[in-house]
């Protein structure tokens, strides 16, 4: 039996590759890639494209939670992005809302 988490990433990624307007895009789910010290982080989706010759890379992360989304998973995400240099959009996706103070950091930190 799949993992709850693992449903909301699938319907995620699913949702994206079907908004998806180009050939040059791709939805990858749970896709590895390399930090800016050699090291591999997962993310949950990434959508990797090429628009008029520029790469644009977009990382969500996905929360199943019972409960909304505190503060330290938007910062951890934050950081978790900052330690790559090609990711250029932060989106996080919860199914039960997030905390007051969640917003506000993931506002600060330019994350949708």
């Known amino acids: 039996m799949e993992k709850k988490g693992k449903s909301l990433e699938s319907i ?3 949702i994206q590759e079907t908004l998806k307007n180009s050939p040059n895009t791709r939805v990858l789910k749970n896709h590895k890639i390399q930090n800016k ?3 591999k982080r997962e993310f949950d989706v990434f959508i990797e494209s090429n628009v008029s010759g520029y790469s644009i890379n977009i990382a969500i992360e996905c929360k ?3 409960k909304p989304v505190p503060v330290k998973e938007i910062e951890a995400f934050n950081s978790k992005c900052n330690s790559f240099t090609k990711i250029n959009k932060k ?3 919860s199914s039960s809302g997030f905390q007051t103070g969640a917003i506000t950091s993931a506002n600060n930190f330019g994350i949708e």
Do not use: H, P, R, T
Request: charged share 15%; net charge negative.
């Open 12 to 14: 995620v990624a699913l």
């Open 37 to 39: 010290d050699g090291g």
């Open 64 to 66: 199943d939670y019972n």
């Open 91 to 93: 989106i996080f996706i």
